[in-house]
């Protein structure tokens, strides 16, 4: 699975060219393309990177890619980052590894995103891997009800867990919020339910990410294919 990923990250890696400003995703096929963009950054390309999460700010130090932020630049060239799912339309779940925030805002402002991935992350319907939503902790009890109010709008329902840390304590994201992941089975329409869950209050953010994957590299056995959203 973990030679999938490189083989994904080194297919995207194709498509960075000289003096892009790059958004550089998270986890653990993201990690990949930030070390194989090191080695290039070592070779003599020139590129600048925003990363989405504190531990992929560490790796793009280790592998020496120069970086900037949002505050600096206000547009980026390209974001490459991982997913847990991608259906046909490229629209994803985001958030496993709790950076769906950041990695929203860099992918909002990125000209294109590529999204790469081993095949097993390739679904028919999202829904099957838990939903991150990040909230906020004050008035968690109110924002869970409005959560579950806007799943039986979108018609889907299911368990919400508030994710934990290794310490078994509430997982602290980046920017100080606890995810719920909910567990819904199938989400027959994420557009719906991406924009019932925008408008509540206590939601920073959630983990569908509609309209902002562009293409997406997929490593499975018999080669990689590229995916182009329509
Ligand atoms: O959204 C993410 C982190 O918030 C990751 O991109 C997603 O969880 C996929 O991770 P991995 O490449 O380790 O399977």
């Known amino acids: 699975m973990d030679a999938l990923k490189r083989q994904a990250a080194a ?3 194709e498509e960075v060219r000289d003096g892009m400003k790059l958004g550089l995703g998270t986890g653990s096929t993201a990690k990949h393309f930030v070390e194989l963009l090191g080695e ?4 003599g390309m020139k590129v600048v990177g925003v990363p989405t999460s504190e531990a992929t700010r560490a790796d793009a130090i280790r592998c020496g890619v120069p970086l900037t932020t949002l505050d600096e630049v206000d547009h980026l ?8 799912e991608i259906d046909p339309a490229l629209n994803l779940i985001k958030g496993g590894g709790g950076a769906l925030l950041r990695e929203k805002i860099v992918a909002a402002a990125s000209d294109r995103m590529i999204v790469i991935a081993d095949e097993s992350k390739w679904v028919d319907v999202l ?21 579950a109010r806007a799943f039986a ?11 934990k840390g290794k310490d078994g304590h509430a997982f602290v994201t980046d920017g100080g919020h606890w ?10 329409d994420p557009p719906r339910l991406a924009g019932l ?3 509540i209050p206590g939601v920073v953010e959630h983990g569908l990410f509609i309209g902002l994957g562009t293409s997406a590299v997929l490593a499975g056995a018999n080669g990689i294919r590229v995916v182009e959203r329509r």
């Open 11 to 13: 297919r995207a890696l």
């Open 40 to 43: 290039k950054v070592q070779s």
């Open 77 to 84: 060239d390209l974001t490459i980052d991982g997913a847990d």
């Open 127 to 147: 829904g099957r891997f838990p939903l991150p939503v990040e909230v906020i902790p004050f008035g968690l009890a109110a924002t869970r009800a409005a959560i």
């Open 153 to 163: 709008q979108a018609g889907v329902s299911g368990e919400m867990v508030i994710r």
């Open 179 to 188: 995810i719920v992941d909910a567990h819904l089975g199938r989400i027959g």
């Open 197 to 199: 869950l925008s408008v």
